[in-house]
C-alpha cells in the first residue's frame, strides 16, 4: 500500500531531491514553501491571492483553529478548503509548537495551557490533536510533540524525545481509528532531540518506526546556532526513509532553506515572509530591503526590478512606503504578495539547480547575498 | 466652452436625473458614490480590487495626501494615477472639512492646524489648496471652504459663508492660472450655509456667479435633521445650473442618498460603508447585518444572498465573522469589497429607476427598509 504522501524523487543532487509528492488531494513538487496562515487565512491575503501565487501547500494553526472558532465549526462550514475558499493543500501544525511558546504544564498525558483569546484552560492530547485536524480537514495533519527552548540540558531534552514518542504512537494509533477525517489525509510524525545528534537519531528512528506518511523535524530553530543545527538536521535524515517527505519545521530564512535543501529536507513553513512584509521588510533580488528608509519616498521602481510579481507589475517603492508608513492594510497585502512570490520563486529556483545539479552554485549566491 | 465637467441628462424622474458627466479623463455616470481613499487607498483595497468594483469616482483626501507622503510626492510618483495605480476619475477634497475637526485657527486669509502626524504646524490657504490638488493631480479638486458645527447660531454659520465666498473666488482665480495641475482639471465650488435656507441660497448664487465647474453641498450631514438637511439642500439646489455636477459631501447612508437624488444631487462621498465594513456592518438587501452576531458563526450562506461581488461569490457568513472577530485585515478587505459593490448597486438601481421613472417606489422600498 503506499503511503498517503508518496515522494516521487525527480532528481538529485548530492543529498539535495527535487520530487512530486502525491496525495489524495492531488500533487505538489519539492522543495517547497508553505506560506502560514494561522488563523485561516495568510494574513491579509484571501484564497485567490493564495491561487495566483501558487504555494505547493499551506500551513494552518491547529492552535489557534482550535480556540478560534473552533475545529467543530471549521467542520460544519465544511472544512478548512471550503472554509477558506482554498483549494490546494492545507497542512496543519499540532498545536505543540505554539502551546510550547505559553509555558504550559505537560505531563504524561498531554499539555494544559491557557487560552490568549479568554483566559480559560485548555487542553491538548495527543488523540485531540488528531480529531482537532481530522475536523478541520488538513491534507496533512501533524503528531502533537513536546518542544524544548534551547540550550536545554540533556534531561530536558530526552524527556522530551520520550514524550514525543510515547504521543506519536497514541496519535499514529487513534488516526488509524477515527472516521472524522478528510479520506487518504497523510498523518506526519515529529522528530525531536535538540542538538545532540544522538538523540535526533534516536527520536528519528522512534518515529520511523511508526511508520508516518512523512517527517517534520521539529524543535530547531529555536536559539541555537546554524551548525548545531544542521548537524542535528542531518542526523536526522540520516535515519529518514526516502520515499517520504521531510518538512523542516519553522525555518524560512534563504541561507537556512538552501543549506537544508542540501541535506535533504522537503519542506519548509515559517512567518518570516509574511511578517517581514509588513514590517516593511522586503525579500528582493539584492537581499532584504527596508523599505521604510527614507530614500525609496520617491523611488517610482518596483520592490524588485526582476520580480515578476502582481506587486512589483504595478506599484512603486515610493507608492508601497507611503501606504506602509501611514499605517495602510493595503501595503500588508501588497508587499506579502511580493514576499511569498519571492519565497517561491526561490524554491523553484532550488528545484531547477538540483535538476541540472547546480545547487552548489544557487548556494553560494545565496549565501553571499543572505549571509 | 464647454465646462471641465459637463453633465449630459440622460433622463428625468421629477427633479431627479441621471446624467452623463464629461471630463478630460473620460465619463461617469449619475447618481455616483465616490468610496473614500483617504491615504492614497481606499482602506484595505488595492487599484485592482477597484478596476473590479467600477466606482465612477474614487475621493482622495488632500488634507491627508498633504501631510504624508506630502503633494510634491505624489507629484514625484507621477501624480495620483500612477501613484495608486487606478487610472478611473479621482476627486479631491480640499481637505476643509478634515481642518474644521481638528479646531483650527481660521483666519480670513486661511487655516493653521496641528498636524495629526508629528505636531507641526501646517499653513491652509484657498490657493494652497488649490496648488496641492494639483500636484496630486486629481481631475476633481475641490475649493477650501469653512465648515460649520451644527447647530450654530447665524452669526457664525453668516461669517463661514462669508468667508467661503471670498476664498472661493481666490481659488477660482488661482486655478486659472497655475500650471502645476492636468489640463483640464475641473474646479467645484462648495456651497455652505448651515441649515438656513436663505444663506444656502445666497451661498449658492455668490458659488455659482464665480462659475465653477461643478458644485459641492457641503456642512450637511454634521448633526442636523433629514428634514433640515434636505430643506437647506433644496434650497442650494433651486440655484445650482443644471448643466454642473451637484456633489452632496459626506452623505452615505441609503436613506440620505436616495432623497437627495430625488432632489437632483448627482454624486455622494462617504466613509461609512468601508468603515462599517472594518466593524463587521454588512449592507445587505435585507437592511443592516451585524456579522459579529453569533448566530452567524455557522452560517455558511454569502453575506447577502442577491449580491453577485466576489466576496458573496466566495466565502461564508462563517468564514468573514471568523476573521473578523479575531481581526485579520483579510476580513477588511473582504467586506469592504462587498459593502462598496452594494452601495455602487444602489446607484445602478437608482439609475435605472430614474430612466423608467420608477423612483418613488425604489424610494418607498429603501425607506422601508433602512429608515
Not at 223 to 235: H, I, T
Request: glycine letters at 10%; hydrophobic letters at 40%; a negative charge.
Amino acid at each position: 500500500m503506499s503511503a498517503a504522501a508518496q515522494v516521487d524523487v525527480v532528481a538529485r543532487d548530492g543529498a539535495a531531491r527535487s520530487s512530486t509528492v502525491t496525495t489524495a488531494r492531488g500533487t505538489y513538487r519539492t522543495p517547497a514553501f508553505m506560506p502560514v496562515g494561522t488563523r485561516g487565512a495568510v494574513k491579509a491575503l484571501d484564497a485567490v491571492d493564495l491561487e495566483q501565487l501558487g504555494p505547493a501547500v499551506v500551513l494552518a494553526n491547529t492552535y489557534h483553529l482550535l480556540l478560534r472558532p473552533g475545529a467543530e465549526v471549521v467542520a460544519a462550514l465544511g472544512g478548512i478548503h471550503r472554509f477558506t475558499g482554498f483549494s490546494g493543500h492545507v497542512l496543519t501544525d499540532s498545536g505543540g509548537y505554539q502551546v510550547h511558546s505559553l509555558a504550559p504544564v505537560v505531563d504524561d498525558d498531554g499539555v494544559t495551557f491557557t487560552s490568549v483569546y479568554d483566559g480559560s484552560e485548555v487542553r491538548l492530547t495527543p488523540e485531540g490533536a488528531v480529531d482537532a485536524q481530522g475536523l478541520i480537514g488538513a491534507d496533512v495533519a501533524m503528531v502533537l510533540d513536546v518542544c524544548t527552548t534551547l540550550p536545554a540540558p540533556t534531561a530536558i531534552v530526552r524527556t522530551a524525545v520520550e514524550r514525543t514518542a510515547a504521543w506519536a504512537a497514541r496519535a499514529r494509533e487513534h488516526h488509524r481509528r477515527i472516521e472524522h477525517r478528510p479520506a487518504g489525509q497523510a498523518l506526519f510524525g515529529i522528530v525531536q532531540g535538540g542538538v545532540d545528534p544522538e538523540l535526533r537519531r534516536e527520536s528519528a528512528e522512534r518515529t520511523v518506526d511508526l511508520d508516518f506518511d512523512g517527517y517534520g523535524i521539529g524543535g530547531l530553530s529555536v536559539g541555537e546556532g546554524r551548525p548545531e543545527l544542521l548537524d542535528a538536521l542531518a542526523a536526522a535524515i540520516d535515519v529518514l526513509p526516502a520515499d517520504r517527505p521531510r518538512y523542516l519545521m519553522g525555518v524560512g530564512d534563504p541561507v537556512g532553506i538552501v543549506e537544508a535543501v542540501a541535506l535533504g529536507v522537503d519542506q519548509f513553513d515559517c512567518v518570516a515572509p509574511t511578517r517581514l512584509a509588513r514590517h516593511g521588510t522586503v525579500l528582493t533580488e539584492e537581499g532584504r530591503l527596508n523599505l521604510r528608509n527614507a530614500r525609496f519616498a520617491r523611488d517610482d521602481g518596483p520592490l524588485d526590478p526582476v520580480c515578476p510579481c502582481s506587486t512589483c507589475a504595478r506599484w512603486s517603492r515610493g507608492y508601497l512606503r507611503h501606504l506602509l508608513t501611514v499605517g495602510e492594510p493595503t501595503a500588508w497585502r501588497l508587499i506579502t504578495i511580493h514576499n511569498l512570490s519571492w519565497m517561491l520563486a526561490l524554491m523553484d529556483r532550488l528545484s531547477e539547480a538540483i535538476q541540472r545539479g547546480e545547487l552548489e552554485r544557487v548556494r553560494r549566491d545565496v549565501a553571499e547575498r543572505w549571509a
